[in-house]
């Protein structure tokens, strides 16, 4: 049986933890940071972790995880 592909917007966008949880980017920082406040912006910093609804979906299109 062939190999399962991974979606390449998927493996650009999330990383997998060592626990296996699903690692992304912060949502909201792209543009238009003249909007929001001083505290969202710093709160948008670095990374964050998918709840597990979301995770899940991630989670299929990534089979080797």
């Known amino acids: 049986m ?8 998927v493996k650009k966008r999330f990383k997998l933890t060592a626990s296996g949880k699903v690692r992304s ?10 909007k929001r406040t001083n505290k ?3 709160n948008q910093r670095g990374t964050t972790i998918l709840k597990d609804c979301d995770a899940n979906i991630v989670k299929k299109f990534m089979p080797y995880g």
């Open 2 to 9: 062939p190999k399962m592909k991974t979606k390449s917007s």
């Open 40 to 42: 969202q912006i710093r």
């Open 25 to 34: 980017a912060q949502a909201g920082k792209q543009h238009g940071m003249i």
